[in-house]
């Protein structure tokens, strides 16, 4: 079995910055690709980044240059710095992760953390 874990999200101002961990654990041999996504009330789970193990990001246009996907592979946590935030950027935050866990690839999704942006 394997969990993902979120913690950093909370409420922030406007142009404020928030950095959201996401750390895996249990029966892991491989991660693949990790990333976040989000979802607004009432709207669909978008992506907002992916990161490949070699370091590889690709981020949703509305996100360039705000945020940035890393991870750290020796502790199989991916993280998102988010600057410059703004109230549209009010969502639950998910991770993701492909992990190979020694028989099958398999897709596992974090609880999600709540950012709230909001003067």
């Known amino acids: 079995q394997v969990q993902l874990v979120e913690s950093g999200g909370g409420l922030v101002q406007p142009g404020g910055s928030l950095r959201l961990s996401c750390a895996a654990s249990?029966?892991?041999?491989?991660?693949?690709?990790m990333g976040w996504y989000r979802q607004a009330p009432g709207k669909q789970r978008e992506l907002v980044a992916v990161?490949?193990?070699?370091?590889?990001?690709n981020y949703t246009d509305s996100m360039k240059g705000r945020f940035t996907i890393s991870r750290d592979n020796a502790k199989n946590t991916v993280y998102l710095q988010m600057n410059s935030l703004k109230p549209e950027d009010t969502a639950v935050y998910y991770c993701n992760a492909e992990v190979y866990g020694g028989i099958r690839w398999r897709s596992y999704w974090g609880q999600g953390t709540q950012v709230t942006v909001s003067s």
């Open positions: 990161i490949t193990t070699g370091g590889s990001t």
């Open positions: 249990g029966s892991i041999f491989s991660i693949n690709g």
